[in-house]
């Protein structure tokens, strides 16, 4: 399932986001903890959490709040009632042909957790 919602940075700039679960794709199975990989394709920017244990239809239904330039993404899961079958999955924020900028992002796994399990910066030119 792919949700697309504005992001509004500033006072001027809105941002769509879209966001979805997808299987993992290139994912090092012996690799101990899920990975930020945040990347240019085309215009848009895609941010991924990758190496998520879940079962088959477990569905990504993130929180996403904005400040300036500042994203904070929660995860939050639909999960399935399949248990008899278990997946790596991906989770994943694109941000739609994002102005340019020097961009934050601090991603959490609950809404229970303090901390940020990724905190990431990086530049849209």
């Not at 994912?27 to 895609?46: H, K, N, Q, Y």
């Not at 790596?88 to 020097?102: E, F, H, I, W, Y």
Request: net charge negative.
């Amino acid at each position: 399932m792919i949700l697309i919602f504005p992001l509004f940075l500033g006072c001027t700039n809105q941002i769509e986001l879209a966001y979805a679960t997808e299987t993992c794709v290139d994912w090092d199975f012996s690799s101990e903890a899920p990975e930020l990989r945040i990347e240019r394709v085309g215009d848009d920017v895609v941010i991924q959490r990758v190496g998520i244990s879940g079962f088959c239809g477990d569905q990504f239904q993130p929180e996403i709040l904005a400040n300036g330039w500042d994203l904070r993404v929660t995860e939050n899961w639909d999960y399935s009632d399949a248990t008899d079958c278990e997946s790596c999955l991906s989770a994943r924020v694109t941000m739609v042909a994002p102005p340019k900028g020097d961009y934050h992002i601090d991603w959490f796994v609950d809404s229970e957790v303090i901390s940020p399990v990724h905190d990431e910066y990086f530049i849209v030119d």
